[in-house]
T-cell receptor, first 113, second 116 residues
C-alpha cells in the first residue's frame, strides 16, 4: 500500500505563474518530509524539507506547506521558470535517526515559456 | 554535490547472470541505500544499511542482496538477473541529524541496468 501518494502524474504551468505540487501520506508516524527534483538521466537532487513541528518552510522561490491534520503537504514554486521543468518527488521519514525514506511516485512539471 | 559514485553507470546483461552494482561515498555518512526507479512506481527502497555489516530489507528486496564491508562502499547484487529487474538503480546516503531536523538523503547519478 502506497504510504506516500502524489496523485497528479503531470502538471503544466505558464512561466512566471505559481506551480503547486501536492503530496498525501497515510502514516501518522511520519514527521519529516522532503522534496526532490529530478532531471532525466540524473539522480534526484534535494530541494527543501520540513519538520512536523512546522507548517511552512521557505527557501527562495520554493515553499513547502504541511497540514498534519490532513496528512498533506504541498510544494509551491513562485515564479515558475522553464528550468523548473522536471519530475518532483516528495518523501517522508519518521524523523532523525530513522533509516527509511518512503517516496511518492512523482509529478512531472512542465513550465511553458 | 555529495561525493557518491556509482559503477557501472550502464550495463546490459543476460537473464540468469549475476550482476553487482557498486556505490562508493566519500562523505563518511552512516546510512546508505539502494533504490530503484520505475515508471509509475517512483523510487522504491530495495535495501539499506545503517552501518558496516548492518543491513536490512526495504520495500522490494526480493531477488537482491547487499553487502557493506566498509563505511564507504555498499554493493547491490542481483544473484540471477531477470527482465523485471531492468531499471534505474540509485544509491543514496544520509547522516543522522539533530532531533526534529531530520536527515537529508543524497543520491548518486544512477546505474542503468538492462536485462535481456
Amino acid at each position: 500500500d502506497q504510504q506516500v501518494k502524489q496523485n497528479s502524474p503531470s502538471l503544466s504551468v505558464q512561466e512566471g505563474r505559481i506551480s503547486i505540487l501536492n503530496c498525501d501520506y497515510t502514516n501518522s508516524m511520519f514527521d519529516y518530509f522532503l522534496w526532490y527534483k529530478k532531471y532525466p538521466a540524473e539522480g534526484p537532487t534535494f530541494l527543501i524539507s520540513i519538520s512536523s513541528i512546522k507548517d511552512k518552510n521557505e527557501d527562495g522561490r520554493f515553499t513547502v506547506f504541511l497540514n498534519k491534520s490532513a496528512k498533506h503537504l504541498s510544494l509551491h514554486i513562485v515564479p515558475s521558470q522553464p528550468g523548473d521543468s522536471a519530475v518532483y518527488f516528495c518523501a517522508a521519514s519518521e524523523g532523525s535517526g530513522t533509516y527509511k525514506y518512503i517516496f511518492g511516485t512523482g509529478t512531472r512539471l512542465k513550465v511553458l515559456a | 554535490d555529495a561525493g557518491i559514485t556509482q559503477s557501472p553507470r550502464h550495463k546490459v546483461t543476460e537473464t540468469g547472470t549475476p550482476v553487482t552494482l557498486r556505490c562508493h561515498q566519500t562523505e563518511n555518512h552512516r546510512y546508505m541505500y539502494w533504490y530503484r526507479q520505475d515508471p509509475g512506481h517512483g523510487l522504491r527502497l530495495i535495501h539499506y544499511s545503517y552501518g558496516v555489516k548492518d543491513t536490512d530489507k526495504g520495500e522490494v528486496s526480493d531477488g537482491y542482496s547487499v553487502s557493506r564491508s566498509k563505511t564507504e562502499d555498499f554493493l547491490l547484487t542481483l544473484e540471477s538477473a531477470t527482465s523485471s529487474q531492468t531499471s534505474v538503480y540509485f544509491c543514496a546516503i544520509s547522516q543522522p541529524g539533530e532531533p526534529t531536523s531530520g536527515n537529508t538523503i543524497y543520491f548518486g547519478e544512477g546505474s542503468w541496468l538492462t536485462v535481456v
